[in-house]
């Protein structure tokens, strides 16, 4: 009877030890499961903070940001022209607001973002407020789910005012490349000698008749000092140049004589 008795409180203090050990377990579950969810909740609520966030920046951001498919279709858009709404160019494709030329360098342009996943910048014409041609830059980035490419990120920013500079650019250096090339003709062409001289009075510039009054090609003169070129006429000269150089001041109807080395 006595040895059953110690075989019984035995199995009971083990069962009992089992049941504490299965308690602690569950405890300690607990509180990794709270600690877990607790987790979870400040990754949703920084999730939420974060898409909040990006939303409130997209949404008052000068650029216009969309997301397009493989297809160039328009997924999202932060906003529009005027001329148009958001809902009716979300669905629509991004090829139908871009002249056709550049159709074959946006299909280009998409087709590596989404195969390789790198950015990618180009420009083009597209239509502006109220259909009016205008000019953007855009940037396109690839966007993942699950380690593959699905869509892709445009961020577009208008460049029409310095597209508009550059071509008043252009034209502004034809016109001067005009007046250059007409003035250089008068001065080669001029029956009267003319030269351009430094600050050192080293020539600068020369037409084809003072190389013939001083009998020396122009490639003589350029580089130069007027005392190399023409020594008998350099005082003279040095004395008519000196309030030109110094104050700016044009010397007129002076005359001068001496021997040139013709």
């Not at 909740?41 to 493989?70: G, H, P, Y």
């Amino acid at each position: 009877g006595a040895g059953f008795g110690r075989c019984l409180m035995s199995s009971t203090l083990k069962t009992r030890e089992e049941l504490l050990a299965e308690l602690e377990r569950l405890q300690a579950r607990l509180v990794e499961l709270e600690r877990t969810e607790a987790e979870r909740e400040q990754a949703v609520a920084a999730l939420r903070e974060s898409e909040e966030r990006w939303r409130s920046l997209v949404q008052n951001a000068s650029n216009i940001i969309f997301t397009v498919d493989q297809e160039g279709k328009i997924l999202f858009i932060n906003r529009t022209v005027i001329g148009f709404t958001v809902e009716q160019v979300i669905g629509s494709s991004s090829y139908d607001y871009v002249p056709a030329e550049f159709h074959d360098t946006m299909r280009e342009i998409f087709a590596r973002v989404f195969q390789t996943g790198e950015a990618e910048d180009y420009e083009s014409e597209s239509l502006g407020d109220h259909c009016k041609p205008a000019w953007y830059s855009n940037r396109i980035s690839a966007m993942r789910q699950d380690g593959k490419v699905t869509t892709a990120l445009v961020i577009s920013s208008d460049i029409t005012e310095r597209k508009r500079a550059e071509k008043a650019l252009q034209e502004s250096e034809k016109r001067l490349q005009a007046q250059f090339g007409e003035l250089n003709l008068v001065y080669q062409c001029s029956p009267v000698g003319l030269y351009v001289l430094d600050r050192n009075l080293r020539f600068l510039r020369v037409n084809q008749k003072l190389a013939e009054i001083d009998g020396i090609p122009i490639e003589g003169h350029l580089g130069r000092t007027i005392f190399e070129v023409v020594p008998d006429l350099a005082e003279h000269l040095q004395r008519l140049w000196r309030p030109v150089l110094e104050k700016g001041e044009p010397v007129l109807d002076v005359e001068i004589q001496g021997e040139t080395p013709k």
